[in-house]
Nanobody, 120 residues
């Protein structure tokens, strides 16, 4: 199983970016999908997560600015980021809880990360 994230880059404060993450491989079912971020000297933190039913949850720091969504037919999760602030600068990682077979427990998988830099 692989998670491939894309969409990062350099953006000015107040700008927007959309991240995408596609899961591929021997996938039976995907449960929660989410985004985490890590900036230098800090621990990795949850940004947003969305259940297989489409219910989202957000870190307080991004509520009202970021929107997480998913397309189950494409095994893809998105993160629309708006009103970006330099404090949002970090490597963003996607994560998914994936069942590999009928009756199997879900295992967690990570993508390799995509850099988001917010700077003027």
């Amino acid at each position: 199983v692989q998670l491939q994230a894309s969409g990062g880059g350099l953006v000015q404060p107040g700008g927007s970016l959309r991240l995408s993450c596609v899961a591929s491989g021997n996938i039976f079912y995907i449960r929660d999908m989410g985004w985490y971020r890590q900036s230098p000297g800090k621990q990795r933190e949850l940004v947003a997560v969305i259940t297989d039913g489409g219910s989202p949850n957000y870190a307080d720091s991004v509520k009202g600015r970021f929107t997480i969504s998913r397309d189950n037919s494409k095994n893809t999760v998105y993160l629309q980021m708006s009103s970006l602030d330099p404090e949002d600068t970090a490597v963003y990682y996607c994560h998914a809880e994936i069942r590999l077979a009928v009756g199997a427990h879900a295992s967690g998988f990570w993508g390799r990360g995509t850099q988001v830099t917010v700077s003027s």
